[in-house]
């Protein structure tokens, strides 16, 4: 993808449906009795994966555009998959897809792409072992083999905050004899948690743990999927650092486990506002974000968990932004579609930043002019993203190779750049 400098990113915009709740809702529909309609289901590749993956078990799902309705006969109901089920390039639908299949008795096998084979799903494993799942992974990595069956509720605590890893044992302590409580270090995403009580179930929470009770049953129901949190952090730099500016970006889900990255964008200057139309079962509004000055700034490492996929956006910013932004705290980035770490680091340097990984994060000394280059994504749909957007105000051209990584999780996103800078 070449990319020119814009001269100036306008304009207001309703995105696709957040990746996040999209796969939940999938999921939780796709384990209730009676139908679920999810309405502006994500159109990322990853939501289609498990899409896919639920087919694979035998669940009736017809798809019309942005619509997914999910004809939901229960967990029962669920079949041997025919096949290994791909998972792809989604860390989310392998990992989930885990905790709901660690309490059916038949073998699945899950796998993923290379990125996705490269990547951690023994802290999966782990409490689903514990909980009576037999799973084997492959020195610690995909393909996965599931031999579910009885259950036994667990009490867990969580070695880093994941909320995938947090949403697969949920699942399992669904289908186990017994109490089953999560316990995280910091909080992570609660959609899950959210989510459960429209498909009729209790959860309890109490700080950071959330419990339910095995043998649940779950109803189907319908679902309205916010904008997509993270898809809107790289518009709403875009418009922080070009000149004559304005984004706003309505229905997006404002969930305080997802808009750390606001809070940041502001402490750095980002004229940045957020504004709730909604609050139940998730808090939905609109975001306005126009041209702004940006200073570096100290992420708190308590916040990571909850930027951890818009820190590529920040270090965009953090490039057009005097003094020093520091980020740490976030080792996590080394294992996700790619080392979001290296590859910032090197796609900014690139374009002329200056930039010095740390073992857990990284230092961006912001404020030098930009110049367009070759920069490369590693096939990493957020990296390709982080590294167009500063493109879009840098000097000259940029060519992001491996670009179209982007449908992974915003197809739209080169198709809307265009739309704002014209
Ligand atoms: C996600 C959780 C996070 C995040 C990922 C989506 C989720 O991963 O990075 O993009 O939907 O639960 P971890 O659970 O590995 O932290």
Redesign the pocket.
Known sequence: MRIERAPFFRGRFTLPGD??IS??AAILGAMAEGKTLVRNYSSAADCASTLACLRGLGVGITRQESAVAIDGRGLEAWRPPAAVLDAENS??TI??LAGALAGRPFRSVLTGDDSLRRRPVERVAVPLRAMGATVLTTEGRPPMTIDGGRLRGLTYDLP????????AVLLAGLQAEGRTTVREPAP??D?TERMLPAFGVRVERDGLCATVEGGARLRGTDVAVPGDA?SAAFLVVAALVLPDSEVRLDGVLLSPTRTAFVDVLRAMGGRVEARLDATDPEPVGSIVASSSSLHGTTVDPALV?SL??EVPALAAAAAFARGEFTVAGAS?LRV?ESDRIAALAEGLAALGARVRELPDGLVVEGGRPLRGSRVRSHGDHRIAMALSVAALAAEGATEVEGAECVAVSFPGFYALLERARA
């Open positions: 990746k996040s796969h939940r860390g989310s990992r989930m880093v905050a994941s909320a995938q890893v947090k949403t992570s995403r959609h993270s968990p951890i996929d996590e996700k």
